[in-house]
């Protein structure tokens, strides 16, 4: 495929590449939120194998800025850049960084962004990265290759620490006692693999009627807490709110809820206006007064996948779409 082919529809961008065998959760919705046009500038802030940028590319005469930090979305970049040589360009770094990256590139202002929250299946399909129990691996689960790895948390976190984090980041209930087996469990031989922590989580909590295996919320809690992403992620919504034009568009797509309630919140707050604090010494503040809101909401409740969807693909059962314009307004002071 080469520059200046026909126009594609979202669901031949995705089956264009039949190579790849990652699909973009709710690439359609995610289409038709961005409203991709020609001659826009749009950010895929998590490139991963790279659907989203793909299916814009081929949608509108536009150019596409993805950012990722994983090295090995390399060979799909490659891809996109033989497709579309003059209107693809892969950043890579944090998608937190997303305006220092851009300014790289003389950029300082975007028509849409988009972002596909926490791990890809790409990442969970490789044994050799640690994010998934289902094949043992290294425990690692570090996104950018950097930084301490799970094992390391694992081994040397205090049993207080460990409940904490697998408590706050992975909602789970019985992260004391699970934290205290880890401990039992290292004391005797350092736990290296995923099988190794799998098999503590499940010495003490067993599989139920539920199909979500005991050991998931361990691992997610991990797995943000290594990738700091709660954090990257509410830097990134401020960082986006910055670049984004007026009438320019934001759409997100989360699959747990610490993500989704975030994402949620910052919307709704910056979809309704700043007022002012209001003081009994002063008069009040005139009606309409303060600072206008900075989006305009497109869902008011957070879209989900398509009941035919979600058959033919797990990943997006779990999956919550968001999106919003943004206005005119000028940030406020301290934003």
């Known amino acids: 495929m080469a520059e200046g082919h026909e126009r594609m529809t ?7 590449h039949n190579t790849k065998p990652h699909i973009p ?27 989203y940028s793909r299916a814009l590319l081929g949608a509108a005469e536009c150019c596409v800025y ?11 970049a490659d891809a996109l850049l ?23 590139c003389g950029i300082t202002a975007v028509d849409g962004i988009v972002l596909d929250l926490g791990v890809s299946s790409m990442q969970l399909d490789q044994a050799d990265r640690g994010f998934s129990f289902q094949k043992d691996g290294p425990l690692d689960m570090r996104m950018g290759g950097s930084g301490p790895s799970a094992a390391d948390v694992v081994n040397t976190a205090s049993e207080q620490e460990l ?20 401990v039992k469990a290292r004391a005797e031989a350092p736990l290296a693999t995923t099988g190794d922590l799998a098999r503590v989580i499940h010495s003490v909590l067993q599989k139920g009627k539920s199909k979500i295996d005991p050991a998931t919320r361990t691992f997610q809690a991990l797995r943000i807490w290594v990738n700091d992403e709660l954090n990257e992620l509410e830097q990134a919504l401020h960082a ?12 997100l797509v989360s ?41 305009t909401l497109l869902t008011r409740k957070a879209v989900q996948a398509s ?19 943004r206005t005119g307004a000028a940030l406020p002071p301290g934003v």
């Open 25 to 51: 959760v709710m690439l359609d919705e995610v289409l038709s939120f961005l409203a991709p046009k020609d001659g826009a500038i749009y950010l895929d802030g998590t490139f991963g194998a790279g659907g």
């Open 163 to 182: 409940a904490d984090i697998i408590y706050t980041y992975g909602e789970e209930h019985a992260s004391r006692r699970i934290a205290k087996a880890i």
């Open 82 to 104: 033989r497709d579309f040589p003059s209107r693809f360009t892969l950043l890579m770094g944090n998608f937190s960084d997303m305006e220092a990256l851009l300014a790289e």
């Open 255 to 295: 699959f747990h809820s610490l993500e989704d309630r975030i994402v949620k919140a910052f919307l709704k707050q910056r979809s309704q206006p700043v007022t002012p604090p209001v003081s009994r010494h002063l008069p009040p503040p005139p009606l309409g007064g303060g600072t206008p809101p900075l989006f």
């Open 307 to 325: 009941d035919g969807e979600s058959s033919g693909n797990a990943r997006s059962r779990s999956a919550k779409l968001r999106a919003a314009v």
């Open 240 to 251: 986006a709110e910055r670049l984004l034009k007026a009438n320019g568009r934001l759409v």
């Open 66 to 76: 993805a950012i990722d930090r994983d090295p090995q979305v390399q060979s799909h």
């Open 10 to 16: 979202p669901q031949t961008a995705q089956n264009n």
